[in-house]
């Protein structure tokens, strides 16, 4: 079964409103015009801003195939949570994706697994596609125990997901000791991890629907030298971009080793 490739660029705390729409207006023409949203003309494309500049791109990515997702969506409908953001307000901007359990929330902001299981739930309530995020620590791919880290975090966040729902997931892995710091995973490596993914999707769900389905993107220093390699991996269906998805160059590049 043929999965539809996604680049989606996690623009983390960069970018304003007037930077983020001049990145969008470059990349338009390489997405196209196109409204279908669909991999027809190539990969699902989709950019992750920070809040305040969500809808100026949304306004800007109008009438093409680029969608906009958030970096963060709390639990509650509304109420007293200082600084987050719910679902209904990501939807009433216009979001149609949002990330979560990145491992710079875990290790800088006290996210859990139990905290992202619940966010991602509340995606999915909203309607919303959920990219959640799961990656081993440096010490614990040393220690090896990388399988264990990710199963663990993989099993807590999709717990009470059923497998209808899952078509609203997009699962990310993300090595930690590759994210920002240009070392990436090599292929053998990432590849190993997203077909250890898949086998625990298919024990995780009784329908083999949801592991031939799930995409599963790489995410840590993935740029347009090193994508071609890792998209080809069997298990590899797109990527998950910081640092180049700030860049129109780079950006373009990965969405054309993609097709
Ligand atoms: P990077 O970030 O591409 O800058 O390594 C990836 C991510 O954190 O999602």
């Known amino acids: 079964m043929s999965r539809c490739k996604v680049i989606a660029g996690n623009w983390k705390m960069n970018l304003n409103a007037a930077q983020g729409v001049e990145l969008i207006e470059k990349l338009k023409g390489e997405v196209g015009g196109c409204s279908c949203g669909c991999c027809d003309h190539g990969p699902e494309v989709v950019v992750c ?5 969500l809808p100026a791109v949304v306004a800007a990515a109008k009438g093409s195939c680029l969608k906009v997702g958030a970096q963060n969506i709390h639990w509650a409908e509304n109420g007293a949570f200082t600084g987050e953001i719910s679902g209904s307000m990501l939807t009433a901007a216009g979001v149609t994706h949002v990330i979560v359990g990145h491992s710079e929330r875990r290790q800088y902001f006290g996210e859990t697994d139990a905290t992202v299981n619940q966010r991602l739930l509340a995606g999915l309530a909203n ?6 995020c799961v990656g081993e620590l440096l010490s614990e791919r040393v220690a090896g125990t990388t399988k264990a880290v990710i199963e663990r975090q993989v099993r807590a966040a999709l717990a009470g997901v059923d497998a209808a729902a899952m078509a609203g997931v997009i699962i990310a892995y993300e ?12 292929t053998e490596e990432a590849q190993e991890v997203h077909a250890f993914i898949r086998a625990l999707l298919k024990q995780l769900f009784a329908c083999p629907c949801v592991a031939e389905t799930t995409r599963i993107l790489y995410g ?3 740029n347009p ?12 269906d797109g990527g998950l971009i910081g640092g180049a998805s700030l860049k129109a160059d780079q950006f373009a590049a990965l969405i054309r080793a993609a097709r």
């Open 220 to 222: 840590g220093s993935m």
């Open 225 to 236: 030298g090193n994508a071609v390699g890792l998209l080809a991996q069997k298990d590899i």
């Open 127 to 132: 309607g919303l596609t959920v990219i959640v």
């Open 49 to 53: 801003p920070p809040f305040t500049t």
């Open 175 to 186: 090595p930690v000791w590759a994210i920002g710091t240009g070392k990436v995973a090599t």
